[in-house]
Nanobody
Framework: QVQLVESGGGLVQAGGSLRLSCVASGSIVVMGWYRQPPGNQRELVALSTSGGGTNYADSVKGRFTISRDNAKNTVYLQMNSLKPEDTAVYAC?????????WGQGTQVTVSS
């Protein structure tokens, strides 16, 4: 079983920045972030492997950066140049021993 605890959401104006953090209960190879905008399905934002590989949704490339501190079992999402369409509940994700895990989510609201 994997526990994920997120922090860092909030309200920000368009063009602003936020940083999300997620601490896992153990060492995880694949971690990342998903989001669920209001009235829409959950979608991938970014993934990261412990070896340094990354993958981003096209909609966030060049604005968001995922990073990790493997010693702290922590993954971060630096979000810059935020847009109103980035408003969503952001959930930390981990893939461990063939199973997918999500955190409870943190709200990010971008005002225009």
């Amino acid at each position: 079983q994997v526990q994920l605890v997120e922090s860092g959401g909030g309200l920000v104006q368009a063009g602003g920045s936020l940083r999300l953090s997620c601490v896992a209960s153990g060492s995880i190879v694949v971690m990342g972030w998903y989001r669920q905008p209001p009235g829409n399905q959950r979608e991938l934002v970014a993934l990261s492997t412990s070896g340094g590989g990354t993958n981003y949704a096209d909609s966030v490339k060049g604005r968001f950066t995922i990073s990790r501190d493997n010693a702290k079992n922590t993954v971060y999402l630096q979000m810059n140049s935020l847009k109103p369409e980035d408003t969503a509940v952001y959930a930390c994700y981990a893939h461990f021993r063939g199973r997918d895990y999500w955190g409870q989510g943190t709200q990010v609201t971008v005002s225009s």
